[in-house]
Nanobody, 122 residues
Framework: VQLQASGGGMVQAGGSLRLSCAAS????????VGWYRKVPGTAERVMVA????????HYADSVKGRFTISRDSAKNTAYLQMDSLKPEDTAVYYC????????????????WGQGTLVTVSS
């Protein structure tokens, strides 16, 4: 099972982008979804936003008030709406999730997408 991340691109500071993340394969849902980013020249992926449960969502301090993580009602696609983008948001963004079947059986723990590049110019 792989996650497919998309929506990256180049945007000017102050602009917006929306990233999407979906599991390959039909009738699969995303559980405990997170978005991470890796800044060019660094080795670590840093958590940007995460849905821990239907009631618990975490954001990194650097993106609070600007980024919004969401998941569609079928829970098979997750999004990261990024507004008021800054040059320091430039990074490769990755989605991460546990993937389940319709009956709740986990088919993949800690699955990662391939990454999508976001470039914010000043």
């Amino acid at each position: 099972v792989q996650l497919q991340a998309s929506g990256g691109g180049m945007v000017q500071a102050g602009g917006s982008l929306r990233l999407s993340c979906a599991a390959s394969g039909s009738a699969l849902s995303l559980k405990a979804v997170g978005w991470y980013r890796k800044v060019p020249g660094t080795a670590e992926r840093v958590m940007v936003a995460a849905i821990i449960s239907d009631r618990v969502i975490h954001y990194a301090d650097s993106v609070k008030g600007r980024f919004t993580i969401s998941r569609d009602s079928a829970k098979n696609t997750a999004y990261l709406q990024m507004d008021s983008l800054k040059p320091e948001d430039t990074a490769v963004y990755y989605c991460n999730a546990d993937v389940t079947q319709s009956d709740g059986t986990v088919v993949a723990w800690d699955a990662w997408g391939q990454g999508t590049l976001v470039t914010v110019s000043s």
